[in-house]
C-alpha cells in the first residue's frame, strides 16, 4: 500500500501509519486525512493486526490542520 502523504508498514501483527509532511510539521490537509483512513481501513480489514501505531515523520507527530491554502485571514478573523 503506498501513499503520498502516509506510510503504512506492517511488521508482524503490528501496524505503523506514519504522518508524512515533515516540512509542514504533518499539518493535517485532505489528501493526508483521506490516506490516513484508508490505512485505518487497511488495518481494520486484516484481522492478524493486534495493534497499530500512529506517530509523525522528523520532528513532529502533528501540528494541527493546515489552514495555509485552505482558507484566507478573512475566515479566520472577521476584523481582517
Known amino acids: 500500500m503506498s501513499f503520498e502523504y502516509v506510510l503504512y508498514e506492517r ?3 503490528i501496524a ?3 504522518l508524512n509532511r515533515p516540512e509542514k510539521l ?4 485532505a489528501g493526508l486525512m ?3 483512513q484508508k490505512a485505518v481501513g487497511a488495518v ?3 484481522t492478524e493486526i493486534r495493534a497499530l501505531i500512529i506517530t509523525g515523520a522528523d520532528r513532529a507527530f ?8 485552505t482558507t484566507t485571514p478573512s475566515t ?3 476584523a481582517h
Open 62 to 69: 502533528s501540528n494541527g490542520f493546515d489552514i495555509e491554502k
Open 11 to 13: 511488521k508482524g501483527p
Open 26 to 29: 504533518n499539518a493535517l490537509n
Open 16 to 18: 505503523y501509519i506514519t
Open 44 to 46: 481494520d480489514a486484516d
Open 76 to 78: 479566520l478573523c472577521p
Open 34 to 36: 483521506t490516506e490516513f
